[in-house]
């Protein structure tokens, strides 16, 4: 499903804050009104019906949810990398990543410098790691 920023949720017609209450009462009745058995004249209601699960499994689930909100997107199957990342565009390689990493906390990066600091090519003494 290609969507704009927070298209998920436009699709379902619920605002960035929905509840997870909300999210699934606006998916039941929107799988309602587009299942491919109710649109048998339609050939893209397949596709159409699929896509609304898919838009469903991400914003109904916790981790992916968030993976959403913070990146714009997700990949096709959290868990895979793609066969390949040529091809892919920045925004693709982003969504992957970010979801297979946490996201870094300044008081990481704090951590990490106060460590390091001073050491290797800076030309000083590497400080010991703290236990």
């Known amino acids: 499903v290609e969507a704009e920023a927070w298209g998920f949720y436009a699709l379902l017609q619920v605002g960035r804050e929905?509840?997870?209450?909300e999210i699934k009462k606006a998916y039941r009745r929107l799988a309602i009104a587009c299942h491919p058995d109710r649109?048998?004249?339609d050939p893209g209601a397949t596709c159409k019906f699929q896509a609304l699960q898919r838009v469903y499994e991400v914003l109904s689930d916790e981790e992916q949810r968030r993976v959403y909100d913070d990146c714009g997107g997700v990949m096709a199957d959290e868990g895979a990398a793609p066969a390949s990342f040529a091809g892919m565009s920045f925004e693709e390689l982003r969504?992957?990543?970010?979801?297979?990493?946490?996201?870094v906390t300044a008081e990481e990066?704090?951590?990490?410098?106060?460590?390091?600091?001073?050491?290797?090519?800076?030309?000083?003494?590497?400080k010991?790691?703290?236990?």
Do not use: M, T
């Not at 951590?111 to 590497?126: K, V």
């Open 128 to 131: 010991p790691a703290e236990e």
């Open 109 to 126: 990066i704090a951590r990490f410098q106060d460590q390091y600091r001073g050491g290797g090519e800076e030309g000083g003494e590497e």
């Open 95 to 103: 969504v992957y990543f970010r979801g297979k990493y946490n996201a």
């Open 39 to 41: 649109n048998q004249d």
């Open 18 to 21: 929905a509840s997870p209450l």
